[in-house]
């Protein structure tokens, strides 16, 4: 079974920049596709990041630029590191995997995302 564990999380001027990084059981990052999601308190989870088995990778439109998005196969972690936070942005962020045949890594579908972590909180103040 694929276990995934967040970690890097915490609190952040506006503007600030954070590092979260995903430590993954073996052969997970390399073999499936990985992404970062993010749910606020009352809101729907949403897609952030995701990058695939080939290393190819996505961003929701306001990330692109402030987010990247990053893989070590051979050290099984999965990494985002986010610039220029916005108080906004305050949420649990998670990481994910897709295990199953089918769908698409870059549409950040969180439906498709079938394994996940238990998040780590980012939290950016005003």
């Known amino acids: 079974q694929v276990q995934l564990v967040e970690s890097g999380g915490g609190s952040v001027q506006d503007g600030g920049s954070l590092r979260i990084s995903c430590e993954a059981s073996?052969?997970?990052?390399?073999?499936?596709?990985m992404a970062w999601f993010r749910q606020a308190p009352g809101k729907e989870r949403e897609g952030v990041a995701s990058?695939?088995?080939?290393?190819?990778?996505n961003y929701a439109d306001s990330l692109k630029g402030r987010f990247t998005i990053s893989k070590d196969n051979a050290e099984n972690t999965l990494n985002l590191q986010m610039h220029s936070l916005k108080p906004e942005e305050t949420a649990m962020y998670y990481c994910?995997?897709?295990?199953?045949?089918?769908?698409?890594?870059?549409?950040?579908?969180?439906?498709?995302?079938?394994?996940w972590g238990q998040g780590t909180q980012v939290t950016v103040s005003s």
């Open positions: 073996e052969h997970t990052i390399r073999n499936y596709c």
């Open positions: 994910a995997a897709r295990t199953l045949y089918g769908g698409t890594c870059g549409a950040l579908r969180t439906y498709e995302l079938n394994s």
């Open positions: 990058i695939d088995i080939h290393g190819s990778t």
